[in-house]
């Protein structure tokens, strides 16, 4: 899988398995260690939990071994990450021989799964919760407390943890997600999403321009909007998105769609810059991109999954657009905003792909030379209609080829992108240090692509105006030309 600096993507391989640390409360005596893997909501829910857990008397320790909880948020969206998290439960496991008192606990996406594997069968953990229940561990720790195991993973309607202020960890005090939709209602036969995160709700609009505005206080410049499915954000006072159709007219006609949230946060924070990740071909409506033209904090990047070139494999995918339809859309995008970048989620090798399935991918690729992607080979996921339905037919040695196939064009395309902002002035916000050097600062300009400039006398959340010089296939790497008038 080809690996941005610092972008956003569906499953950083950097960051999987890392603990969260969160100031001290000198008067909390527990110790909670908790470990995350899978897509940015996931971390997103670890600082959920966290912020639940310190209210109960949990301190967060990067020590297992002198911790009284040890809580795991788990992915299924590929076997890798599945294995990863079994590993680390035997591991646990170990340390508990030495420190029987402490309790391990998995969360999130795995929970609902395998809870009765992982409590009756090998008896490997305490607590099983899924991804919705969250406010309900102060009770579940009061039963494992007294010796219970403690399960809960009902997928609600309505938990959206609007009203639970996350607290910021691992943070570089930049850049911060805000989540606005759990769940999904797509039901996409390769994902396990819906299964595991339950229906689509939204989050009152209200809270979030809350939590956005109180960023902003703390010093934070740029924000994300995270759902599973962000076009379809709607909000109607509460209910889910399935039920909009049964609103009254009076709710109806002070709905708020995608568009609108996108515009209120804008205006609310008009110095913040603003991106939004996942979207969704057949739910983006031109309403997003107007708006996104319309204010100039609105990044000019789109992360747009499309998963296959052929109409026959989307169809059997149950994603509900076309090719056409998807180009369709790149074309308009294209049209209201000339510079903007475009990133896909690319998956080969699906169940009876053929040779002209996979020409069509990389015929769809070169339509659109996408400035970057994310490419995986097909993995059956337990539970999904696919695996339920088709036959995982096409051969290891095949998908591997494709999967090179797709990699090389996108590598190709991505240098295409990035020489296009050769001899161009961007505005870049630093984030943090490059990864390379120590002398250099790293930021994203408005397109989300890494660039990288010599230090002088910036420093992290300025907004400066660099100009770039040479680049690679991932990164720009320029120099500071001053400030942008945009601090």
Known sequence: MHSNEGTEKIIDEEVQGTTLT???????????????????M????????????????FNT????????????????????AELTVRKRLEKFNAVKKTNPGM????????????????????????????????????NLIQEIDEGRNAVNVILSKDETYGDVAPVRLNSNGVTAFVSITRGCDNMCTF??????????????????????????????????????????????GGGLKKDFEKATEMQKATSVNFAKLLEMTAMAQPKMRIRFSTSNPQDMTLDVI??????????????????????RILKAMNRLHTREEYFELIDNIKKIIPDCAIS??????????????????????????????FMFAYSERPGTLAERKLDDDIPEETKKRRLRDIIDLQQKHSLYRTQQHMGQVEEVLIEGFSKKSDAHWMGRNSQNTV?????????????????????????????AVGLSEYN
């Not at 996931?42 to 109960?56: P, Y």
């Not at 708006?291 to 998963?307: F, G, S």
């Not at 990288?452 to 120099?479: H, R």
């Open 22 to 40: 969160l100031e001290e409360n000198k008067d909390n005596s527990k110790k909670l260690y908790i470990e995350s893997y899978g897509c940015q």
């Open 42 to 57: 996931n971390f997103s829910d670890s600082e959920i939990v966290a912020s639940i857990l310190a209210k109960e008397g």
């Open 61 to 80: 320790t990067q020590d297992m071994a002198e911790a009284d909880l040890v809580l795991v948020n788990t992915c299924s969206i590929r076997e890798k």
């Open 103 to 138: 309790k391990v606990g998995v969360l999130g996406c795995m929970a609902e799964r395998l809870k009765s594997k992982f409590l009756e069968e090998e008896k490997i953990v305490d607590m099983v919760v899924g991804p919705d229940a969250y406010k309900d561990l102060p």
């Open 191 to 236: 994902c396990v999403v819906p299964f595991t995160r339950g229906r689509e709700r939204s989050r009152d609009p209200q809270s979030i321009l809350e939590e956005v505005n109180d960023l902003w206080e703390r010093g934070f410049k740029e924000i994300t909007l995270l759902g599973q499915n962000v076009d379809s954000y709607l909000w109607y």
């Open 290 to 311: 107007e708006t996104m033209a319309k204010h100039r904090n609105i990044c000019n990047y789109i992360h747009l999954p499309v998963q296959s070139g052929s109409n």
């Open 344 to 373: 896909q989620d690319m998956i080969t090798g699906f169940p009876t792909e053929t040779e002209e399935d996979h020409q069509d991918t990389l015929s769809l690729m070169e339509y659109v030379k996408y400035d970057f992607g």
């Open 451 to 479: 660039v990288v400039f010599p230090k002088e006398n910036y420093k992290v959340g300025d907004f400066v105006n660099v100009k770039i010089n040479e680049c690679t296939s991932a990164t720009l790497i320029g120099e």
